[in-house]
C-alpha cells in the first residue's frame, strides 16, 4: 500500500513539474466580441492555440488592447486577409500582382 501511495505521488510530481516546465499558458478566447471592431483599429493578429477549447483570432488594436473574434465571421476573414498583405512588405506586395 505504502509503495502504491509512494508510486502515485511520484507520478503527480512529475505531472506537476511537466506542466510548470511547459511555461505560460496559452492565450485562449472564451468569448467573441459582439461587435465588428473599427478596421483602422486593428493592427495585427494571431490565431490562438489549438491547446485552447474553442477557436479563436485574438486582434491587436491600436491602443494595445487585446479583442478575440470568432474565426468563422466573414468581418473576421476579411480583416485577416487584409492585414496579411499590409504586413508583408512592398516587395512582397508586387510580387503577388505581377
Known amino acids: 500500500m505504502k509503495v502504491l501511495v509512494a508510486t502515485i505521488f511520484v507520478l503527480l510530481c ?4 511537466c506542466s510548470y ?6 492565450t485562449c478566447c472564451f468569448t467573441y466580441t459582439p ?4 478596421r483602422g483599429k486593428v493592427v495585427n493578429y494571431f490565431k490562438t492555440s489549438s491547446q485552447c ?3 479563436g483570432i485574438v486582434f491587436f488594436t491600436r491602443k494595445d488592447q487585446l479583442v478575440c473574434a ?3 465571421d466573414v468581418w473576421v476573414q476579411d480583416y485577416i486577409k487584409n492585414l496579411e498583405l499590409n504586413l508583408r512588405g512592398p516587395e512582397r506586395k508586387s510580387q503577388i500582382h505581377q
Open 21 to 26: 516546465v511547459q511555461g505560460d499558458p496559452p
Open 70 to 72: 470568432n474565426p468563422s
Open 35 to 38: 461587435q465588428k471592431i473599427p
Open 14 to 17: 512529475t505531472m506537476a513539474l
Open 53 to 55: 477549447p474553442r477557436p
